[in-house]
């Protein structure tokens, strides 16, 4: 059995190595403007100043980073894979990027204005001691905004599409063929991929009252889109504050 300490060091150099960097961005570089635009109206309409202290957990290439900047604020990037950020570093150099772990933050209590996080959780093996984490670093009446997804109800016939449809993906626009997967034979046992309610829960466990979920942002519009980037699994965002 491996260790947690053998899990994060598979995840940030096997499953995150240079070549899935870089297919990790390409990616990122198609992704529909939808999800740009979602992120771009919450960050904005988070009430923040331009000198509040935002932290990307997992900054990873830096996706959410550059919108960060865009808008005109500072971001702090925190990642566990050296070579995610970098690739963050040339794609949004003006973040002050740390390589971290976002089970244990290596900041302040009670020293960030908002924390954005975008498909980290499910990566975690102890995703409670990320939301302690948060919870902890979490100025009072800071903000939260984070992405995850849910794939415990995807029907077969939907695994299997998505399987082949990830092949042709992997090959056309990663530029790499899919062996990454089999790293999840190593990782899946370790990792419990919580779902919005045992967030919710953990997160009232820590005294946070205002939660948000908001479901199915990756809905795609467009025929092409909705064939080639709709995820089997439920993407949702979990809004909340610090407020006790």
């Known amino acids: 059995m491996e260790k947690d300490t053998d899990v994060k060091k598979i995840m940030a150099e096997e499953r995150w190595n240079k070549r899935n960097a870089r297919a990790y961005e390409r990616f990122i570089k198609v992704t529909p403007s939808g999800d740009e635009q979602f992120w771009e109206d919450a960050i904005v309409n988070t009430p923040i100043n331009k000198n509040a202290v935002i932290l990307d957990l997992g900054t990873g290439t830096g996706f959410l980073a550059r919108i960060i900047l865009k808008n005109g604020f500072n971001v702090l990037g925190l990642d566990l894979s050296k070579n995610m950020l970098a690739v963050a570093k040339k794609k949004a150099p003006e973040t ?122 990756n809905k795609r519009n467009g025929l092409l889109h909705k064939h080639i980037f709709h995820s089997e699994w439920e993407q949702f965002i979990v809004f909340f504050s610090n407020k006790r």
């Open 96 to 217: 002050f990027l740390v390589r971290g772990d976002a089970e244990n933050i290596p900041l302040k209590d009670s020293s960030v204005d908002l924390i954005v996080s975008r498909w980290v959780l499910w990566t975690l093996p102890h995703p409670w001691e990320a939301l302690e984490e948060i919870v902890r670093v979490l100025k009072p009446d800071g903000r939260v905004i984070l992405c995850d997804g849910d794939s415990k109800n995807t029907p077969k016939s939907a695994v299997i599409f998505g399987t082949i449809r990830s092949f042709f993906k992997d090959i056309l626009i990663g530029w790499r063929l899919p062996t990454w997967k089999r790293v999840y034979r190593k990782l899946d046992p370790h990792l419990p991929r919580w779902d919005y309610e045992q967030i919710s829960e953990k997160l009232r466990d820590l005294g946070v009252e205002q939660i948000k979920v908001v479901h199915d942002i």
